[in-house]
């Protein structure tokens, strides 16, 4: 009869020694996989951070990230809107999804509206430069030479 490291046996007793059942999965109570030997820990400080804070401590956050936002902070416009909007997502455009010229015209229009309502101008002007760029560059509509 095998050893419990030695693979040479006739399987059930390498399958119960290295903690799987006879299907190769590991068994109830196997000692190999026992998960992350962190994530209780981790649950526990989880639990206290939310224990700690308040609804008014997330808005303050938020409040404050805007301020830092609307003073040109680059990464803070990224984290404010990454957060507000969702993170932008690589383009996969087919033929039949092409974006038309009206189309970027319109999502253009909107996007500064709300860049300029919100940033300062030079943050604007940075955002609106690289988005302009973008739709030049998926619709060709010659924004970036006007």
């Known amino acids: ?24 999965r ?18 526990r400080l989880r639990a206290a951070l939310l224990r700690a804070i308040e609804p008014e401590d997330i808005e303050a956050a938020v409040r404050a990230l805007a301020l830092r936002a609307q003073t040109g902070d680059p990464a803070a416009v990224r984290e404010l809107l990454d957060r507000a909007l969702g993170k932008p997502e690589a383009l996969d455009l087919r033929e039949e999804d092409t974006i038309t010229r009206r189309d970027a015209v319109e999502l253009g229009r909107a996007l500064a509206e709300i860049v300029r309502s919100h940033c300062s101008p030079r943050v604007a002007a940075a ?16 924004f970036a030479s006007r």
């Open 1 to 24: 009869m095998a050893g419990p490291l030695d693979p040479v046996g006739d399987g059930g007793d390498a399958a119960a020694a290295n903690g799987r059942d006879a299907r190769g």
């Open 26 to 43: 590991f068994a109830q109570g196997n000692r190999i996989a026992r998960g992350n030997p962190l994530a209780r820990r981790v649950a």
């Open 127 to 142: 955002i609106l430069e690289d988005v302009t760029r973008a739709l030049d560059s998926v619709a060709g509509c010659g």
